[in-house]
């Protein structure tokens, strides 16, 4: 389908998208690399009278070493993230993660800020930025504010970005030198997860001295996996060290049900692709 008619602002500032966005109000639409605004508006799910598209604002892009965290900025394309050595070196859980992320042409259009904007339970960036702990720079017109990765998802498809807002950047703080792997889960190449697992270790003398564990589309929101974490703290890293903390991957979690799986298989499979990630990602096999 063709979208409904809309008007088109390209501006150069954050400031001047944010006036457009004050005008606007909830007319207004953000573009950035349209790879999920475009299909929405396709099927006439959203008809907003203005799009404002950020491509012409160079500030939003890039990648930088800010001291303790590396900062990526909200226009900054999957394939540009990807191949990013300083984002491989003290962020590996979201290069892992980017490289099973839809397919080239969508990873060169994409932006890390629109995919974790869109807030998609099954998108890929969302559960490696809660376990990395992340932190979300959003600017609107009284100013900027940070937001925490645990509050900055709020439910499905919705974020802590108000409507007068924008994402600017992404930082990620530097876990260097632990290990870290995305499993996930589909039925098709390229496509969304039906589960997938981020997990980032640090192994100290054999044994795994801290875990940060991130579950995809178990729930309207990433979801952290606690238990796993505390379970594995001291344990050696090893398929029998690890079994048991991955049985718990699916403790306080809420996966849906539908057309790919059910609930109950979901569970199932969180601790299946938890054990995998955990052990990949200390550099066992198993
Ligand atoms: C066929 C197909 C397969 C895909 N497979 C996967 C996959 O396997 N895994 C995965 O994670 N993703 C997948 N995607 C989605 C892809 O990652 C998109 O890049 C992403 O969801 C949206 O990013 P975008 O830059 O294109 O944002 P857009 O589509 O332009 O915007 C998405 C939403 O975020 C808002 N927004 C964008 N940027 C900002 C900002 N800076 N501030 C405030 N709001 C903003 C927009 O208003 C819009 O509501 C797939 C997409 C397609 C079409």
Redesign the pocket.
């Known amino acids: 389908m063709i979208p409904a008619q809309f008007d088109y602002l390209a501006p150069s500032t954050v400031e001047e998208a944010l006036a457009a966005l004050a005008q606007h109000g909830d007319e207004a ?12 508006l396709r099927m006439r799910l959203n008809a907003p009278e203005m799009v404002i598209d ?1 491509g012409k604002i160079t500030s ?1 892009r890039g990648v930088r070493d800010d001291g303790d965290a590396i900062v990526v900025g ?2 900054t394309q ?1 394939s540009v993230v990807g191949s990013d050595p300083l984002v491989a070196e003290h962020a590996a859980l979201v290069s892992k993660a980017v490289e ?4 080239v042409q ?1 990873r060169h ?3 890390f ?3 974790l ?2 807030a ?1 339970p ?4 969302g559960a490696p930025a809660l376990a990395l702990g992340a932190q979300f720079v959003i600017q609107g017109p009284g100013g900027t504010r940070t937001v925490p990765a645990e509050e900055f998802f709020v439910d499905l498809f919705e974020t802590a ?1 108000g409507e007068d ?4 950047e992404v930082r990620l703080p530097k876990h260097t030198g632990w290990g870290a792997h995305y499993e996930k889960f589909v039925r098709v190449a ?4 039906i589960v997938a697992v981020a997990a980032a270790v640090r192994v100290d003398g054999g044994s795994i001295a801290e875990a940060r564990v991130g579950l995809t589309n178990m729930g309207n929101t990433p979801v952290r996996a606690h238990a796993v974490e505390q379970a594995l703290v001291g344990q050696p890293a090893t398929p029998d060290g690890v079994r048991d903390a991955a049985a718990r991957a699916a403790e306080g979690t809420n996966p849906p049900s539908d057309l790919n799986g059910d609930a109950d298989y979901r569970r199932h499979l969180a601790t299946v692709l938890t054990r995998r990630a955990v052990l990949t990602a200390a550099g066992a096999t198993g």
């Open positions: 639409k953000i573009l950035a690399g349209g790879q999920s605004l475009l299909p929405v950020l939003l909200a226009m999957h099973h992320l839809a397919d969508i259009r994409g932006t800020g629109g995919a904007a869109h998609d099954a998108g890929d960036l970005i807002e924008i994402l600017t390229h496509q969304w997860p």
